[in-house]
């Protein structure tokens, strides 16, 4: 009995040596840098169905505020980097029988495409594509994005995905079945 009591106290002494710091080795532990949460809309998804009966248009007529001038538009509420919410607005213009044209207003301000072609109000547009039977092919350019965005000490870009959930051109009314932003408090 006397041993185990000797090995218990050799054990116990051991372990409180090793939790002893008398060396003088302590380190602080590392300061963990403030996270600043973001609220900006990055993406925003689209899926509906372009009138495929509509009008071929004429891109240099396009005006905002000319709604003879374009086909169809979808508003949506999207948050700008301090989780303020604005209306970004996508305006559809059939410009071929396979072929739409897309421009985009950022509360009251065209918002320009990167790699897009020149369009209507000198804006860089972008375009969708689809088959004779109405089916999705294909968006100009691959990856529609926003040129930055600028505010006070914050810049934003907006990407806006045509293909993961696709949109049809069928002889249908303009129809949104999806429109998913991210972002916002």
Do not use: H
């Not at 985009?104 to 860089?124: A, P, R, S, T």
């Not at 092919?137 to 040129?147: A, D, E, K, T, W």
């Not at 045509?162 to 972002?183: A, E, M, Q, R």
């Amino acid at each position: 009995m006397n041993v185990i009591k000797c090995l218990l106290g050799t054990v116990l002494i051991l372990a409180l040596s090793g939790c002893d710091n008398s060396s003088g080795d302590s380190k602080e532990a590392p300061v963990t840098p403030e996270v600043t949460p973001t609220y900006e809309t990055t993406k925003v998804k689209f899926r509906f169905n372009l009138p495929s009966s509509s009008p071929v248009m004429d891109t240099s007529e396009f005006s905002y505020d000319d709604r003879g001038s374009y086909g169809g538009s979808v508003t949506a509420l999207i948050c700008d980097p301090m989780g303020e919410q604005i209306y970004l607005t996508t305006y559809f213009i059939k410009v071929d029988e396979n072929r739409w044209d897309l421009y985009f207003k950022l509360k009251n301000n065209g918002l320009n495409i990167v790699d897009g072609e020149v369009g209507g109000l000198g804006q860089y547009k972008a375009s969708l594509e689809f088959d004779n039977e109405g089916n999705f092919i294909r968006q100009y350019p691959y990856l529609i994005s926003s040129f930055d965005i600028e505010y006070e000490d914050l810049v934003q870009t907006v990407e806006f995905d045509f293909y993961s959930t696709p949109s049809t051109s069928l002889d249908f009314p303009l129809n949104v079945s999806l429109l998913d932003v991210n972002g916002c408090k």
